[in-house]
């Protein structure tokens, strides 16, 4: 796939922020956390995203895993999605334990191997990779690597072939500014109109300033890690406050809206599912 080449209008070091781990201490006020799940959306603070609450999985070593969204009946139903980290030479030769499952990396910190196929693939922060279903790939660490990973069972469609595994990075793909406005764009790693994807993971980025001008609602299920920077940032009916480590999950049809409140850009890293007709029957 040929990406086209990338802006220097906002090139410059990024952060990715990525659960904070450790333990509060006893001090600690549980309710100033602001973790919320009700029937329209989930805030899951970074606050909240602690040692105790990660999960060990067969197959991997030196490795663990914030669980940040899983299918839910009645909820957000299409996608899972984590925070990894991996300590240096951990990893897995085989990750994915579902043969039907698609899936997106985007590396926070840290080094590794990816090994697709006969190619190897170095990451760094910033890197990005997306795993069509049936892939063979492997990844091993070799420095303490985190990263986001978000899966979804693929949904084929007549005449449609599948889409072909890529990797490339952040750094090495445009913003598209909205039209009319260069305060809100979102780095697009598939193009919207390729109909072999039926996800897409995004970065979006709003400059100070920058906002969702109206209330967003519709069918696709949202997945949004803070990467960077602060923002309100409208959750049905509730603006809420958000920063780095921050992880709002939404439903279909949960009005969203954004405003930019830093000095600096705010972005995060965006799942929906997209191109395929809604199922008829639950």
């Not at 995004?202 to 923002?231: D, K, Q």
């Amino acid at each position: 796939m040929t990406h086209p080449a990338p802006l220097t209008q906002d090139a410059q070091v990024r952060s990715y922020a990525f659960p904070p781990g450790g333990l509060p201490d006893q001090s600690g006020d549980p309710a100033a956390n602001r973790a919320v799940f009700t029937t329209a959306y989930a805030f899951i603070p970074a606050a909240v995203q602690r040692d105790i609450v990660t999960s060990f999985f067969p197959g991997w070593h030196g490795t663990r895993a914030w669980i940040l969204a899983r299918p839910l009946s009645g909820f957000a139903e299409t996608f899972a999605q984590y925070a990894v980290e991996v300590e240096p030479g951990g990893g897995s030769d085989a990750p994915e334990p579902d043969a039907s499952a698609e899936g997106v990396i985007l590396v926070a910190e840290g080094t590794g191997l990816l090994h697709i196929g006969e190619d190897t693939h170095e990451l760094a922060a910033g890197s990005y990779a997306y795993l069509p279903p049936s892939s063979a790939w492997s990844l091993r660490a070799t420095s303490r690597l985190r990263l986001h990973w978000v899966r979804r069972r693929y949904v084929p469609a007549r005449g449609v072939r599948l889409p072909e595994p890529f990797v490339t990075s952040d750094q090495a793909t445009p913003v598209r500014w909205m039209p009319n406005t260069d305060l809100w764009g979102t780095t697009r790693f598939v193009e919207p109109e390729d109909l072999r994807h039926d996800m897409h993971v995004n970065i979006v980025t709003f400059r100070p300033s920058g906002r969702i001008p109206f209330a967003e609602t519709h069918v696709m299920e949202h997945g949004l890690y803070v990467l960077e920077g602060t923002a309100r940032y409208l959750l049905n009916t509730d603006w809420v406050e958000v920063g780095p480590g921050d992880f709002m999950w939404l439903r279909a049809f949960c009005p969203q809206a954004c405003e930019a409140t830093g000095d600096g850009p705010f972005r995060y890293l965006l799942y929906k599912d997209v191109n395929r007709h809604p199922a008829l029957t639950l």
